[in-house]
């Protein structure tokens, strides 16, 4: 009988953190063989960017399969046929006055978060794309991966009064349980090449949670009230993940095999300080953990909310890609906006082009996914959460059809596209957050 693996790395980051659970219990995965190991698999992605678009070329004029590219959607051209724009859909329970953190870290649930300063986390609901990972989970090691770029921000906005831990997090395993995500690309890999390789032992580590366990009892009598609320929450997480780990040790499991020869393939830089090379790598982690089927469902964060990246890196950009939202009307700001976005829109690009390149059967993995990318705000000037930015990518295994601008009426649910997009890998969901119905249109 094959043990169930966890990756030893992400139990150790987890200590002392209640935001790491999901991921821990993430790690104790259920494995399927059979019938199903030969069908070709339908996967789930969703990659957010921040601080929304310049909303006058964003938007195409025409609808339907015979639209024109506008000006920050131009990378698409190699891709048109693989994606559809669709237009005139928000989030209602969003619109809270807030100008980031409740969008942001609601994107993916549709509903509206508690406003806290850091001890009570709520989003008010679970996400779409764990919604997902219960459905397609079952067939890999690792229900799931959360990818992003830069680390949790710690403190409080005064500005607003939400802590910015919101603002890093889209994933969410239940309404109080944000997935930690994985910044640093080789670590990202090496969880992969771990579990593709069956080192990754669960007895193996289970003193460790049990050390874990007893450090962080420990510290609980040195800590302030929120920290020893934090510290409950993350033991009382080890202690659900060792019960999970012992019902899944009492299963027969069924034998799992990566797809990918994970010996063959270089592993990426460690933690690259370049903002440009380090998404690049993490898209390749996305497309490798397709490849191989190591999971089938991931999301990325291009950048946290009220990020301080600088895009001094594009030609024609000189600050940060906040500072810019805010750009109050300057034409000058306007066109630094407008690059960014289409860097983002291009990276996308980039990501559903090597997805296309892997192939899968007689088709390819991007045939067989649904890529979701898009933004909680529309215009960062006035936080505008109205008419979202959205482009859905991939077929879904022949659900989806793609090569189109869907002109929703305005003030839809975006919640009826991420029904859409589980009801096309295969959910029975019937209804998700505010959702009214799926939308027609998209589906093939």
Not at 80 to 98: E, R
Not at 117 to 123: A, D, I, R, W
Not at 396 to 410: E, S
């Amino acid at each position: 009988m094959k043990t169930p693996r966890i990756n030893r790395r992400t139990v150790l980051r987890g200590a002392g953190a209640a935001l790491a659970l999901p991921w821990l219990e993430a790690m104790s995965p259920a494995f399927a063989g059979g019938d199903k190991a030969a069908e070709a698999p339908k996967r789930f992605a969703a990659l957010f960017f921040p601080n929304g678009v310049r909303q006058e070329v964003w938007t195409p004029q025409e609808t339907g399969d015979g639209y024109t590219l506008p000006r920050q959607l131009e990378p698409l051209a190699s891709v048109k046929d693989d994606v559809s724009v669709v237009s005139g859909l928000w989030h209602q329970a969003c619109n809270t006055g807030d100008g980031h953190y409740v969008k942001d870290a609601a994107w993916l649930t549709g509903t509206t978060i508690t406003k806290t300063t850091g001890v009570n986390l709520n989003s008010g609901g679970i996400s779409a794309d764990q919604l997902a990972a219960d459905l397609l989970g079952k067939q890999t090691p690792l229900p799931s991966m959360e990818l992003g770029t830069e680390p949790v921000s710690s403190g409080v906005d005064g500005t607003v009064g939400y802590t910015r831990v919101y603002g890093a997090h889209i994933a969410w395993r239940t309404p109080t349980q944000p997935l930690a995500k994985e910044i640093n690309p080789r670590l990202a890999f090496d969880r992969m090449t771990m579990v593709a390789s069956g080192k990754a032992d669960g007895r193996s580590n289970r003193p460790l949670l049990d050390r874990v366990s007893e450090e962080a009892n420990s510290l609980r009598s040195k800590l302030g009230h929120n920290d020893r609320h934090r510290l409950d929450q993350y033991l009382e997480s080890v202690r659900s993940l060792e019960k999970r780990l012992e019902m899944v040790e009492s299963k027969s499991q069924g034998s799992w095999q990566s797809k990918v020869d994970f010996a063959g393939r270089t592993a990426p830089p460690s933690d690259p300080k370049d903002h440009a090379e380090r998404t690049r790598l993490m898209l390749d982690m996305i497309a490798l953990a397709f490849e191989s089927d190591v999971t089938r469902v991931c999301t990325f964060m291009f950048g946290n909310s009220v990020s301080s990246i600088n895009f001094a890196f594009l030609d024609g950009v000189t600050g940060s890609h906040h500072e810019l939202s805010h750009h109050q009307g300057n034409q000058e700001k306007l066109a630094q906006y407008e690059l960014i976005a289409k860097w983002h829109v291009a990276q996308y690009v980039y990501l559903l082009e090597k997805l296309r390149s892997i192939p899968e059967g007689e088709s390819n993995v991007l045939d067989n996914s649904a890529i979701l990318f898009g933004s909680a705000l529309r215009d960062g000037n006035s936080h505008s959460p109205h008419d979202l930015p959205l482009l859905v990518g991939g077929k879904a295994g022949g659900r989806l059809k793609q090569g189109q601008h869907i002109a929703q009426t305005r003030d839809n649910p975006m919640s009826n596209l991420l029904l859409t997009l589980l009801q096309s890998i295969g959910s029975p969901a019937t209804h998700f957050a505010d959702s009214s119905g799926p939308i027609e249109q998209l589906l093939a």
